[in-house]
């Protein structure tokens, strides 16, 4: 089982930057999609960008032309760049990767039953 460390959260003023990381580490399995996802205190869990393949992104409107995702597959890590942040994108951020049968069309779609292993969590404070 992959074991999945989230780091680089924080609190920014609106239209600032941060980038996540989430390091994978332990067996690696088969999944080929890894994503972010978000959840605000009384809110659904939201998928905000995904990966397929290392090469393949998806957003959420809500983030598209803010957010980039990336995969350093030499190293384990995905990444979000966060940018020009808003109040509303304050959450706890997760990393997780898509069950090992899950191909591009499924990690589009981002749904966080479609991912099998989760990472605890960064905190992203935004502030206007």
């Known amino acids: 089982q992959v074991q999945l460390v989230e780091s680089g959260g924080g609190s920014v003023q609106a239209g600032g930057s941060l980038r996540l990381s989430c390091a994978a580490s332990?067996?690696?399995?088969?999944?080929?999609?890894m994503g972010w996802f978000r959840q605000a205190p009384g809110k659904p869990r939201e998928g905000v960008a995904s990966?397929?393949?290392?090469?393949?992104?998806y957003y959420a409107e809500s983030v598209k032309g803010r957010f980039t995702i990336s995969q350093d597959k030499t190293k384990n890590t995905v990444y979000l760049q966060m940018n020009n942040l808003k109040p509303e994108d304050t959450a706890m951020y997760y990393c997780?990767?898509?069950?090992?049968?899950?191909?591009?069309?499924?990690?589009?779609?981002?749904?966080?039953?479609?991912?099998?292993?989760w990472g605890q969590g960064t905190q992203v404070n935004v502030s206007s």
């Open positions: 997780a990767r898509g069950l090992s049968w899950v191909d591009w069309k499924y990690c589009s779609g981002r749904r966080a039953a479609d991912f099998g292993d």
């Open positions: 332990g067996y690696p399995g088969r999944g080929n999609c």
């Open positions: 990966i397929y393949a290392g090469d393949s992104p």
